[in-house]
Protein backbone atom coordinates (compact mmCIF):
# COMPACT_ATOMS: atom_id res chain seq x y z
CA UNK A 1 0.00 0.00 0.00
CA UNK A 2 1.15 4.13 -0.95
CA UNK A 3 1.25 6.56 1.55
CA UNK A 4 -1.71 9.02 1.21
CA UNK A 5 -1.43 12.04 -1.11
CA UNK A 6 -1.20 15.41 -0.23
CA UNK A 7 -5.27 16.31 -0.70
CA UNK A 8 -5.95 13.08 1.48
CA UNK A 9 -9.24 13.90 3.50
CA UNK A 10 -9.48 10.23 5.07
CA UNK A 11 -13.07 9.83 3.79
CA UNK A 12 -12.34 6.56 2.18
CA UNK A 13 -16.21 6.31 0.78
CA UNK A 14 -15.33 8.45 -2.13
CA UNK A 15 -11.71 7.67 -2.75
CA UNK A 16 -9.94 5.11 -4.94
CA UNK A 17 -6.31 5.17 -4.10
CA UNK A 18 -5.06 2.11 -1.86
CA UNK A 19 -3.23 3.71 0.41
CA UNK A 20 -2.32 2.73 4.28
CA UNK A 21 -5.63 4.83 5.40
CA UNK A 22 -7.32 2.05 4.19
CA UNK A 23 -5.62 -1.00 6.08
CA UNK A 24 -8.21 -2.75 8.47
CA UNK A 25 -10.79 -0.26 7.18
CA UNK A 26 -14.82 -2.01 7.64
CA UNK A 27 -16.05 -1.91 3.81
CA UNK A 28 -19.63 -1.32 2.93
CA UNK A 29 -19.89 -4.64 2.03
CA UNK A 30 -18.66 -5.52 5.83
CA UNK A 31 -22.12 -4.43 6.78
CA UNK A 32 -25.62 -5.95 6.48
CA UNK A 33 -28.31 -4.98 4.72
CA UNK A 34 -29.51 -1.49 5.77
CA UNK A 35 -27.09 -0.68 7.46
CA UNK A 36 -24.78 2.48 7.42
CA UNK A 37 -21.70 4.25 9.09
CA UNK A 38 -20.68 7.67 8.40
CA UNK A 39 -17.80 8.85 11.00
CA UNK A 40 -16.57 6.80 14.02
CA UNK A 41 -15.14 8.23 16.67
CA UNK A 42 -12.84 5.89 18.70
CA UNK A 43 -12.02 6.76 22.41
CA UNK A 44 -9.47 4.12 23.21
CA UNK A 45 -6.81 3.70 25.97
CA UNK A 46 -4.43 0.96 27.10
CA UNK A 47 -5.22 1.42 30.93
CA UNK A 48 -8.50 1.04 32.82
CA UNK A 49 -10.10 4.04 35.14
CA UNK A 50 -8.60 6.85 32.74
CA UNK A 51 -12.45 8.09 31.69
CA UNK A 52 -13.04 6.07 28.55
CA UNK A 53 -16.85 5.53 29.01
CA UNK A 54 -17.26 8.58 30.47
CA UNK A 55 -15.92 10.82 27.56
CA UNK A 56 -17.88 8.27 24.78
CA UNK A 57 -21.39 8.85 26.76
CA UNK A 58 -21.10 12.80 27.38
CA UNK A 59 -19.62 12.57 23.57
CA UNK A 60 -22.79 10.94 22.01
CA UNK A 61 -24.79 13.37 24.11
CA UNK A 62 -23.52 16.52 22.92
CA UNK A 63 -23.72 14.83 19.57
CA UNK A 64 -27.60 13.96 20.02
CA UNK A 65 -27.80 17.22 21.60
CA UNK A 66 -26.84 19.10 18.22
CA UNK A 67 -29.10 17.18 16.40
CA UNK A 68 -26.77 14.75 14.90
CA UNK A 69 -27.65 11.09 15.00
CA UNK A 70 -25.17 9.00 16.65
CA UNK A 71 -24.49 5.16 18.57
CA UNK A 72 -22.39 3.71 21.13
CA UNK A 73 -20.74 0.55 20.90
CA UNK A 74 -19.22 -0.18 23.91
CA UNK A 75 -16.26 -2.56 22.80
CA UNK A 76 -15.53 -3.16 26.78
CA UNK A 77 -15.93 -7.29 26.41
CA UNK A 78 -15.13 -7.77 30.13
CA UNK A 79 -16.30 -4.57 31.84
CA UNK A 80 -18.91 -2.87 29.65
CA UNK A 81 -20.41 0.31 31.47
CA UNK A 82 -22.35 2.44 28.40
CA UNK A 83 -25.46 0.91 29.03
CA UNK A 84 -25.22 1.67 33.04
CA UNK A 85 -24.38 4.69 32.09
CA UNK A 86 -27.44 5.87 29.80
CA UNK A 87 -29.95 3.38 32.14
CA UNK A 88 -30.27 1.16 29.65
CA UNK A 89 -31.06 -2.54 31.09
CA UNK A 90 -33.87 -3.81 28.15
CA UNK A 91 -32.17 -6.52 26.09
CA UNK A 92 -31.02 -5.38 22.72
CA UNK A 93 -33.23 -7.14 20.63
CA UNK A 94 -32.53 -9.44 17.31
CA UNK A 95 -34.15 -9.13 14.13
CA UNK A 96 -33.78 -11.91 11.41
CA UNK A 97 -30.20 -12.24 11.29
CA UNK A 98 -29.53 -8.50 12.97
CA UNK A 99 -29.01 -6.88 16.16
CA UNK A 100 -31.50 -3.91 16.56
CA UNK A 101 -29.64 -1.68 19.38
CA UNK A 102 -30.82 0.10 22.37
CA UNK A 103 -32.03 3.40 22.26
CA UNK A 104 -31.72 5.82 24.61
CA UNK A 105 -34.24 8.24 25.95
CA UNK A 106 -32.17 10.78 23.78
CA UNK A 107 -32.13 8.77 20.60
CA UNK A 108 -28.74 7.48 20.73
CA UNK A 109 -28.41 3.98 19.84
CA UNK A 110 -26.49 1.58 22.17
CA UNK A 111 -25.15 -1.94 21.48
CA UNK A 112 -22.85 -3.35 24.03
CA UNK A 113 -21.96 -7.50 25.00
CA UNK A 114 -24.16 -6.71 28.36
CA UNK A 115 -27.19 -6.15 26.57
CA UNK A 116 -27.27 -9.67 25.00
CA UNK A 117 -26.00 -11.49 27.95
CA UNK A 118 -29.32 -13.45 30.59
CA UNK A 119 -27.90 -11.41 33.31
CA UNK A 120 -26.27 -7.96 32.75
CA UNK A 121 -23.47 -9.14 35.68
CA UNK A 122 -22.40 -12.15 33.82
CA UNK A 123 -18.76 -12.43 33.25
CA UNK A 124 -17.36 -12.99 29.36
CA UNK A 125 -14.31 -14.64 29.39
CA UNK A 126 -13.51 -14.40 25.57
CA UNK A 127 -10.34 -13.45 24.56
CA UNK A 128 -8.90 -12.15 21.13
CA UNK A 129 -10.58 -13.55 17.97
CA UNK A 130 -13.90 -14.20 19.12
CA UNK A 131 -13.47 -10.54 20.59
CA UNK A 132 -12.67 -9.15 17.87
CA UNK A 133 -15.10 -11.08 15.85
CA UNK A 134 -18.60 -9.99 18.03
CA UNK A 135 -16.88 -6.04 17.81
CA UNK A 136 -16.99 -6.14 13.97
CA UNK A 137 -20.95 -7.74 13.88
CA UNK A 138 -21.91 -5.08 16.25
Known amino acids: MSEPNENCTHDCSTCSA ?15 EGCRVGKVIGVIS ?8 TVTAQLACALAAAGKRCAVLDADMTGPSIPKMFGITKRALVSGSLLQPSVTAAGIQIMSLNLLLDSPSDPVVW ?5 AGAVRQF
Open 18 to 32: NCSSRENAITKDDLA
Open 127 to 131: RGPVI
Open 46 to 53: GKGGVGKS
